[in-house]
């Protein structure tokens, strides 16, 4: 059976584990290197004042690899993923938290950060996307229902302004209309960390999971089908709410990529010919 894809593996992080790495290696030949190199009228001094910090790049560098996979593997079916502006620093500490065994506690601090502000910040980063402008309007209006508790005002227009922008941007990229509900919907994307297949697709079965059954007990996911049928009742409250503005900001990701036609990965690029590096 083959191992699910990580999000370590996408080409963007591997690079950056592979210069780090790079970086560590010339950092221990460097002793060897330093006397010829000075002899060549380097600046040998200032480079090992550069290199001392290189322990502490490659220690973030594989932080950075190794948090969004462990991420959304505590956190995704709970309704969160990491995206490219989610708060690094909030999601480390919530991996701590539910590594030593508090995921429930873990999970309100996520909730938590997702105040009034932090989602007025990540609406300003929705103008990038096109398709989202026209809805800007109404996303306000969301955002002000939000900071005043009326969670039941915010997260059905939330998720309809969602589908909308998704239903849009997915016609232009793939010539299919497809909102969030709709079946065969593809939120993924080449080289990404929220459209990663550990993503968003993966928070899809969430957002479309049939809900058939009246309910009034409150539930803390966004089942978009139940909420906007009107068969999930017990929606109103900050934790769906705080997933729902999440989604959004995360599905910004894809959306962008979707736009600049960037979901698929750019044609391998063949190596120079003899005849043409001769002629270079």
Same mark, same amino acid.
């Given at each position: 059976?083959?191992?699910?894809?990580?999000?370590?593996?996408?080409?963007?992080?591997?690079?950056?584990?592979?210069?780090?790495?790079?970086?560590?290696?010339?950092?221990?030949?460097?002793?060897?290197?330093?006397?010829?190199?000075?002899?060549?009228?380097?600046?040998?001094?200032?480079?090992?004042?550069?290199?001392?910090?290189?322990?502490?790049?490659?220690?973030?560098?594989?932080?950075?690899?190794?948090?969004?996979?462990?991420?959304?593997?505590?956190?995704?079916?709970?309704?969160?993923?990491?995206?490219?502006?989610?708060?690094?620093?909030?999601?480390?500490?919530?991996?701590?938290?539910?590594?030593?065994?508090?995921?429930?506690?873990?999970?309100?601090?996520?909730?938590?950060?997702?105040?009034? =502000?932090?989602?007025?910040?990540?609406?300003?980063?929705?103008?990038?996307?096109?398709?989202?402008?026209?809805?800007?309007?109404?996303?306000?209006?969301?955002?002000?229902?939000?900071?005043?508790?009326?969670?039941?005002?915010?997260?059905?227009?939330?998720?309809?302004?969602?589908?909308?922008?998704?239903? =849009?941007?997915?016609?232009?990229?793939?010539?299919?209309?497809?909102?969030?509900?709709?079946? +065969?919907?593809?939120?993924?994307?080449?080289?990404?960390?929220?459209?990663?297949?550990? +993503?968003?697709?993966?928070?899809?079965?969430?957002?479309?999971?049939?809900?058939?059954?009246?309910?009034?007990?409150?539930?803390?996911?966004?089942?978009?089908? +139940?909420?906007?049928?009107?068969?999930?009742? +017990?929606?109103?409250?900050?934790?769906?709410?705080?997933?729902?503005?999440?989604?959004?900001?995360?599905?910004?990701?894809?959306?962008?990529?979707?736009?600049?036609?960037?979901?698929?990965?750019?044609?391998?690029?063949?190596?120079?010919?003899?005849?043409?590096?001769?002629?270079?």
């Amino acid at each position: 059976m083959d191992e699910e894809p990580r999000i370590r593996d996408n080409p963007s992080i591997k690079k950056l584990l592979d210069d780090t790495q790079n970086l560590a290696y010339f950092k221990r030949i460097m002793p060897f290197l330093g006397p010829v190199m000075r002899l060549l009228g380097a600046d040998v001094d200032r480079m090992n004042q550069a290199l001392a910090k290189t322990s502490e790049l490659v220690r973030k560098a594989e932080e950075l690899a190794r948090v969004p996979d462990e991420f959304n593997d505590l956190f995704a079916d709970r309704g969160w993923i990491l995206y490219d502006l989610f708060n690094f620093s909030v999601a480390k500490a919530a991996v701590d938290k539910a590594k030593d065994g508090d995921v429930d506690g873990a999970e309100a601090d996520i909730v938590n950060h997702f105040d009034a =502000e932090t989602v007025r910040w990540g609406l300003k980063t929705m103008h990038a996307v096109e398709a989202f402008r026209p809805r800007m309007a109404l996303a306000q209006k969301a955002l002000i229902d939000y900071r005043e508790a009326r969670y039941h005002a915010c997260v059905p227009v939330v998720l309809a302004l969602l589908d909308g922008m998704v239903n =849009e941007v997915h016609q232009k990229a793939r010539g299919v209309r497809r909102g969030i509900s709709g079946e +065969g919907v593809d939120l993924s994307a080449w080289d990404s960390l929220a459209a990663h297949q550990k +993503g968003l697709n993966r928070l899809l079965k969430i957002v479309q999971a049939g809900r058939r059954r009246t309910t009034t007990e409150q539930i803390l996911l966004p089942f978009r089908n +139940g909420i906007m049928h009107g068969i999930d009742l +017990g929606y109103d409250n900050v934790t769906v709410a705080a997933k729902t503005w999440s989604l959004l900001f995360a599905t910004r990701e894809w959306a962008i990529k979707a736009e600049r036609g960037e979901l698929d990965a750019p044609p391998a690029v063949p190596p120079p010919t003899l005849r043409e590096r001769g002629t270079s």
